[in-house]
């Protein structure tokens, strides 16, 4: 197998889930190779790690209830026949059990969306060997899913944008000593990621993947790879491509990058690319300092962006189409709905006393 080390951040990333993918297989029932092996073609890698995951809490599961495994004390030795005389009400205390359990010391606990995400995995599961008559029996498909209810899409309003703009242009003011030193290093970068993420929408996955040749600002537009491998232009404004050039024309031409980084566009401290997780810790450093009512993530900042499209320019396919969504129904779902506005207009429509 090729260095991990070689190849694009995606082919790197490819190459790392795909070993991850391997490594959870080898903890699962031996049987289970066949349904992965099944749906392959129609998943992502990052899907079968998630299926893998949650097929793992179901095995062990099992094992604490003993239903039908006592004795087995590794779910490397559960055997298909084991799985096909389960019945129903031992998938309803599966569903109990995700509600709250532990583990190796540690105690995990679900929501309505990770319960339905577990028992939709368990259920293709059991489909999958129901479909090419491996089992006789199918307890899951008389179980009802778990609802989900609708949540409001948490995003900053045009207010909370400005500030927290202005918090990574200009915050550094009060600081002294390392920490100061650390926020003007890190300043022109930290902007032009912040300008990035509310000035086209691109999520942290593609944002941490791009290298600096995917810059062009002859077009103004970035190269990006979508979910699924799929590359794309995304266009940006002015205001990202000030951004992105005072970074590299000041900050980034200044970094002697480590083996390896030399293609990557943003760097962290250590030279490196920077990664998912520090770039959401960067989000959550500065949006706790705008809003501590808001959960604020990249995510949420791409949820702020796509707001902002709608209600600019009130076309929900421009939408879907530059977030990169496959369903329009999913963008209507979380861009289309009631804005703010409106809703406060709602506080003082009704009156509750008259004037006598």
Known sequence: ????????YHQQSQQ?????????????????????????????????????????????????????????????????????????????????????????GKTYTNDERGLHRKMASLRSFYMYYKKRELIKNNPVSVIDMPKIHDHEIIRLDSDE???????VENGGKGLKGIKKTYYEKNKLRNI???????????RVSECVGLNIEDV????????????????EYVYFGDEVANALNDYIEISRCAVKPKDGHEHALFYSIQKRRITIQAVEN?????????????????????????TALYHQTGDIYLVADVLGHNDVNTTKKHYAAINDDKKRSAASAVTLRRNL
């Not at 087995?72 to 995700?98: A, F, W």
């Not at 032009?192 to 691109?202: D, N, V």
């Not at 300092?289 to 791409?302: D, E, G």
Request: contains cysteine; aromatic residues 12%.
């Open 216 to 231: 062009d600002f002859k077009e103004n537009r970035i190269r990006i790879i979508r979910k699924g491998g799929k590359e």
């Open 161 to 167: 944008v400005s500030e927290l703009l202005e918090l």
């Open 1 to 8: 197998m090729a260095s991990l080390t070689n190849g694009t």
């Open 16 to 104: 790392q889930n795909t070993q991850k993918l391997r490594e959870l297989l080898n903890e699962l029932p031996k049987f289970c190779k066949y349904f992965f092996r099944g749906i392959e073609p129609s998943t992502s890698v990052k899907t079968r790690i998630g299926y893998a995951y949650d097929l793992r809490t179901f095995f062990r599961f099992l094992i604490h209830a003993g239903l039908p495994v006592a004795g087995i004390k590794n779910i490397s030795d559960i055997t298909l026949e084991q799985l096909d005389i389960l019945e129903p009400v031992d998938i309803e205390e599966y569903m109990e059990y995700l509600k709250l359990y532990s583990y190796n």
């Open 282 to 306: 960067l989000v959550k450093e500065y949006a706790s300092q705008v809003t501590t009512f808001k959960h604020i993530t990249p995510h949420k900042l791409r949820s702020t962006y796509g």
């Open 192 to 202: 032009a990621i912040f300008t990035l993420f509310l000035g086209t929408g691109i």
